[in-house]
């Protein structure tokens, strides 16, 4: 038998401001900024979404949840996600892994990244062995190095079923 798998990838950037919270891969994170967003900013969840989307010529998170529509706003990205997953299912695909990178200058992410992982495993319904969730810096270079943002990288693979 033969399996069908495709890979897509996804990239998000949210400016962060103060007084805001901080929520990455559906998990808080204690910090004095959050992300400028029209839902719940969940950046992770955003590049995600379209990587997962992209892996099946779905367009992107914009054309599926508009940040223009009262419908998506302050709704928490792990709903769009679960939305995003039933559009892979309803095509007969299902996850094979996700992989993730963060880029952020502050805060430090790693004492959440298996919280992360073990977040977006339930939304996804996929093993926590199959989420791949990693963070890095800029070395205080451009808006992610001047803490003026948070960026995502995602890629996922889909196959058949």
């Known amino acids: 038998m033969c399996m069908d798998f495709k890979i897509g990838n996804g990239y998000d950037v949210h400016q962060l401001s103060d007084g805001l919270p901080l929520v990455l891969g559906g998990v808080r994170i204690p910090y004095s900024q959050g992300c400028v967003a029209h839902s719940d900013g969940d950046v992770l969840i955003h590049a995600l979404c379209d990587a997962l989307l992209g892996s099946l010529a779905l367009g992107d998170i914009g054309r599926h949840f508009p940040d223009?529509?009262?419908?998506?706003?302050?709704?928490?990205?792990?709903?769009?996600?679960?939305?995003?997953?039933?559009?892979?299912?309803?095509?007969?695909?299902?996850?094979?892994?996700?992989?993730?990178?963060?880029?952020?200058?502050?805060?430090?992410?790693?004492?959440?990244?298996?919280?992360?992982?073990?977040?977006?495993?339930?939304?996804?319904?996929?093993?926590?062995?199959?989420?791949?969730?990693?963070?890095?810096?800029?070395?205080?270079?451009?808006?992610?190095?001047?803490?003026e943002g948070i960026a995502v990288y995602a890629t996922a693979m889909v196959r058949s079923l």
């Open 68 to 147: 223009t529509s009262e419908e998506y706003a302050g709704i928490d990205s792990r709903i769009l996600l679960r939305k995003v997953c039933g559009m892979i299912a309803e095509r007969g695909y299902g996850i094979v892994n996700v992989d993730c990178t963060v880029l952020a200058q502050k805060p430090k992410l790693a004492p959440y990244i298996d919280s992360m992982r073990e977040e977006l495993s339930r939304t996804m319904d996929i093993g926590v062995d199959c989420v791949s969730v990693k963070a890095t810096t800029t070395e205080k270079l451009g808006f992610v190095g001047r803490c």
